[in-house]
């Protein structure tokens, strides 16, 4: 069986120019016509309730009952992904913008079914929900780095349904803006409860036990309907001990450490004790006989106004640069590749140095992925 595109450009053919065709109807139009298709595809007799995507935006209680299922697959299976934050279900549309979701049907590679087309929406509700957090990112590629670490924790947790939250606020407030909400992790555990899970297994994907490990930790434990829950439990960021800084050490020599030259490493720092993790990282290099490398922070000690003074006791003239952070975001792209005079690397070839930059996060690196995977296993074999 073929899904019906026929019948579904049928329905929207058929309305006269003149009549109004809201957001939540054109959502019905498709996804009842490629119901029984997705359905086949997914084998099953008839689709289920997904995790409810479309409760992400802040109109979401606007849409009509009958329209609610086909409107969360529809934005699920991102064929619908709302205007400036907002899903307007029953603002007027255009034809054009219904031959779009049509158009988008026939050119996605989608079974018609939000579990197998989104990794973030798997199966309908069970017990066991895995809840990935992760401090966010609104730069397109970078995103792929936090899906790569998200995608390796989900191989871990068969039969688990996953869900992402972002810590950041303002990420958070930008991605609405362009109708790709996420879940901060009080309105993902709101949420969760509201589904009826009963064992929820929070990983972050945060580095350090710092200030936004710290945050999540108090979201946690001061959420007032925790104990609808089994389990609510979570697991430690890629570096909580000496240990993990050892394996971290290793996986930097092994992938980072340029053939001629020193490798500069830019970590984001932290306000807290935690910081003390990057002069900590060098010293373990160091120690384990890695030579040529250094470490520096944006946002806390050392700077890179410590790493060009060790520099200088160097004949190295060339310099790799790589993002000691989760992304390669907004930090990687302009402070330490940007154009600007102050970013890391213009400052280097201004000291005259020839710069390298390396634009991949650590979650695209397979090693750390792994590291991942084992503080999700340690949880998990816990609890």
Known sequence: MEPNIKEVAGRIRALREDMDLTMQEM???TGRSVAEYAAQEAGR???TNRVDVMSAYPDAGEVSAWAADCMNWAVASEFITGIGGKLDPKGTATRAQAAKILCAYLDDNATGDAAKDNPRNQDGIGENELLVVSFGTTVPKAKRDIEGVEKALTALGPGMDVFRAYTSSIIRKKLAGRGEPVFSVEDALEHLADQGY??????PTHLLPGVEYAKIRRAVHRFPRRKEFEALVMGEPLLPDNSSLLELAGVIARCYVPEEGALVLMGHGSDSFANLVYPA???VLRLTGVERTYVGTVEGWPELDEVMEQLKTTPHRQVKLVPLMLVAG???INDMAGDEPDSWKRRLEAAGYTVSCHLD???????IQAMYQARLRALLEGH
């Open 281 to 283: 990282l060098q010293t």
């Open 330 to 332: 907004d930090h990687a």
């Open 361 to 367: 996060g650590l979650g695209s690196q397979p090693e």
């Open 27 to 29: 959502a019905e139009a």
């Open 45 to 47: 007799e008839a689709l």
């Open 198 to 203: 009963t064992h929820v297994y929070l990983q």
